[in-house]
Nanobody, 117 residues
Framework: VQLQAFGGGLVQAGGSLRLSCVVS????????MAWFRQAPGKERERIAS????????NYADSVAGRFTISRDNAKSTVYLQMDSLKPEDTAVYYC???????????WGKGTQVTVSS
């Protein structure tokens, strides 16, 4: 099983980035997908999740209204559109997959997002 996240980078505050996570080695459409992030010195935080069909999404309060999670089952890919970025969004972002909502069975390696003020 591989989860390959990409799309991170350096952006100014107020800007946007779109992360992608391509998944292989499992039946993607059966999995709940999520994005986590971890900033230096802070605990890992679940920020967004999406059910198998894309009909249900959940967001942490810290990103609600600014970030959007989506998926394309035909491409085995989950996305995270990040708008109105803030310096406190600086972190390594990870995508995860699980058969049960709230869990994280498989993890990608992460992609760095840095937001400058």
């Amino acid at each position: 099983v591989q989860l390959q996240a990409f799309g991170g980078g350096l952006v100014q505050a107020g800007g946007s980035l779109r992360l992608s996570c391509v998944v292989s080695g499992l039946s993607f459409r059966n999995y709940v997908m999520a994005w986590f992030r971890q900033a230096p010195g802070k605990e890992r935080e679940r920020i967004a999740s999406i059910n198998w069909s894309g009909s249900s999404t959940n967001y942490a309060d810290s990103v609600a209204g600014r970030f959007t999670i989506s998926r394309d089952n035909a491409k085995s890919t989950v996305y995270l559109q990040m708008d109105s970025l803030k310096p406190e969004d600086t972190a390594v972002y990870y995508c995860t997959g699980a058969l049960v909502t709230g869990e994280a069975d498989y993890w990608g390696k992460g992609t760095q997002v840095t937001v400058s003020s």
